[in-house]
């Protein structure tokens, strides 16, 4: 249930962003890039609550066979793919990375977000408009 | 005991983002910048040639940041990283020699050395690592760091204010939009696969495959990174912003763009199709060749109608780009090798060309060729610099270019592909044809003796601008009279991107603490 609105979520913004960048308007162009870029981020989050509580990078039997020296111990066989949890504990946390990644796609966005802003202030100095039909200057 | 050998892949990153921080605060004294970080670039050569004598006698080098082995961010220098750095920093080095008397005075001293090192720094990142979201924040970083440097002025202002900003606002657009996709597949891939080192994705999905059928959205996963890679190297269906932006930039600018920043894409699209994708790969092949043959017509036919001798250049690099891509989408190993050997030999020369198109535009004072004519006689070191560049961009024997087609070439009549290897033939004609017009236009004809016809102010190029073209036009000969080492390189480079099992072991049996 969670899941089916969090995807319709993903799909909505992404619909709005894919129709604002096709506006002529370059503002507009702008906030449909930075909805589309949020439309990301919510996806990389919702990669890591996967079906309830549990972490995606977990399937099969859920539990490492834990060696002496190291919790890290891939076993492809049974379906492990990175137990991070040592033997026979309750996972009940999301993925922390996800978080992490989001974190840092959500800074780059910040920083191409001000620098189009930027520039879009500069067009409209220099072109007096923010009508993309009016930026033909390159065409010759 | 730390020698100073075992942190190499950190300093080639490390050292150009300190520099472009030092750079910020050395903005009151010109002179001590302008030294500090030509010193910094020397250095940065000569460790990057360590880097590949360690990789070519040590074997593949790993170096994790942090101890998290395979769970944190770790770097990977092979022989197509390593020899990716040494190309890229032999170029941005003189590049940047060529700038110091290339840019404005204000421009260069405020923000340029700073975003330029910022600049290498990114795409020495996005060399070395070997984790798919680090590639991504380093597509960023040197994605921000480009358009910074797109909008710098160049002396005399023979490029308008506004195709700065409209060059660069299509651009950034369409990068952001390619960085969206990017972000999409990484994150697919980890939902699928649990894990962010390309080594170990690789494993997981050929563990995955011979278990059975591939889960459906790896395809389209990988259908995503060609749209990713080929909009950085502006492949056929995604190449519309290149030509407004690489002649836009200024040229020590271009030939950063055009002779290394498009390779990012050639470079990604090996990685994570022979790394990730080798077991998807031969579904995906006819679709890389087709785009790749897409991408020569459109760059060639394009060229040839172009009057503006930057622009003309730029569609130039949209149709080399397709004999790089041609090569890959071949995919044996005499192919790949001989697609690295085209990209090595097309880099040295395209930023050659627009470092003296540079030299040509800032002489003549416009951009336009129908308005030079006869500068043969008031500028004879840039016509036949000028000469040599597209002789080896067009393939006449004596300069690397020649050596590179014929390579390419050769390897695809061996491995069967006619049709192919005769549209590219076919086309390779065209680049002869542009090329030569355009040397024709603008330097034989009559002189017209009023050396300045376009509005901006002209000079002659100075000493520190010949020098680096000078360099780079005898790398180009070299590169031509003697191959054997490149093409030694090259062969024992596409072995190891055809068979990443010593990749995979390299970064998958470290010890994990």
């Known amino acids: 249930m969670n899941n089916t609105f969090l995807s319709l979520t993903i799909a909505i913004l992404f619909g709005i962003g894919t129709f604002l960048i096709l506006r002529r308007d370059i503002v507009r162009v702008i906030i449909g890039l930075g909805i589309l870029s949020h439309a990301v981020n919510v996806l990389i989050v919702s990669v890591g609550i996967f079906d309830g509580t549990r972490v995606p990078i977990l399937s099969g039997s859920h539990n490492a066979t834990e060696t002496a020296s190291s919790v890290f111990n891939d076993n492809l066989a049974e379906g492990i793919l990175s137990p991070v949890i040592q033997a026979g504990t309750h996972i009940d946390y999301v993925d922390p990375l996800v978080q992490a990644l989001v974190l840092t796609a959500i800074v780059i966005s910040l920083a191409t977000t001000a620098f189009i802003l930027i520039l879009a202030y500069r067009i409209h100095e220099e072109y007096g408009t923010t009508d993309i039909r009016e930026l033909r200057r390159l065409w010759g | ?513």
């Open chain 2, 1 to 513: 005991m730390i020698s100073l050998s075992d942190h190499l892949p950190i300093l080639l990153i490390a050292i150009p983002i300190l520099t472009s921080v030092i750079m910020v605060f050395l903005k009151g004294s010109p002179v001590l910048q302008k030294n500090l970080n030509v010193f910094i670039y020397l250095c940065l050569v000569i460790f990057s040639i360590m880097l590949l004598q360690k990789v070519w006698t040590g074997g593949i080098m790993v170096y994790e940041v942090g101890e998290w082995g395979k769970y944190g961010i770790i770097l990977v220098a092979d022989l197509l990283s390593s020899g990716m750095v040494l190309l890229t920093l032999i170029i941005s080095f003189l590049s940047l020699i060529y700038s110091l008397d290339y840019i404005e005075k204000r421009s260069l001293n405020s923000t340029y050395h700073s975003l330029f090192n910022l600049l290498v720094a990114g795409l020495n990142g996005s060399f070395l690592t070997g984790d798919i979201f680090n590639l991504f924040v380093f597509f960023e970083v040197l994605l921000l760091s480009s358009c910074g440097l797109v909008v710098a002025n160049e002396r005399g202002g023979v490029t308008k204010s506004s195709d700065k900003m409209e060059a660069t606002f299509k651009y950034l657009v369409l990068s952001m939009l390619g960085s969206i996709v990017m972000l999409i597949a990484v994150a697919s891939l980890y939902a699928t696969m649990g894990t962010l080192n390309m080594a170990d994705i690789a494993v997981k999905v050929s563990a995955a495959s011979a278990a059975g059928p591939l889960p459906w959205h790896i395809f389209a996963i990988a259908l995503l990174f060609i749209v990713v890679f080929g909009n950085k190297a502006a492949l056929f269906p995604f190449h519309y912003w290149l030509p407004d932006v690489h002649p836009t930039a200024p040229s020590p600018i271009s030939a950063m763009l055009s002779g290394v920043l498009i390779k990012i894409g050639v470079y990604g699209m090996l990685r994570v199709f022979f790394l990730i994708f080798s077991v998807a790969l031969p579904m995906f092949q006819p679709l890389i060749m087709f785009m790749a043959l897409a991408t020569i017509v459109i760059g060639a036919v394009s060229a040839v109608g172009q009057t503006d001798v930057k622009r003309m250049l730029a569609y130039s690099s949209v149709g080399q780009i397709g004999y790089v891509f041609l090569g890959i989408g071949m995919g044996s190993t005499l192919t790949i090798a001989a697609s690295l050997v085209y990209l090595v030999n097309h880099a040295v020369a395209k930023s050659m060309l627009f470092l003296t198109s540079g030299g040509i535009i800032h002489h003549a004072g416009t951009r336009d060729m129908h308005r030079m004519g006869g500068m043969i006689k008031s500028a004879p070191l840039m016509a036949s610099m000028f000469l040599v560049g597209a002789m080896s961009i067009s393939g006449i024997p004596p300069m690397g270019g020649f050596i590179a087609k014929f390579v390419l070439f050769k390897a695809g009549i061996q491995d069967e592909f006619y049709l192919p290897v005769a549209i590219a033939l076919l086309f390779a004609v065209f680049t002869l044809f542009y090329m030569m017009r355009a040397w024709m236009k603008m330097f034989w004809g009559t002189a017209n003796e009023a050396e300045n016809h376009g509005n901006a102010a002209s000079h002659a190029p100075t000493l520190l601008m010949i020098i680096p073209i000078i360099v780079l036009a005898i790398i180009v000969i070299v590169l031509g009279l003697y191959a054997e080492p490149l093409l030694a390189l090259a062969q024992a480079t596409a072995e190891q991107i055809v068979n990443p099992q010593p990749y995979i072991d390299a970064v998958m049996t470290r010890n994990v603490r």
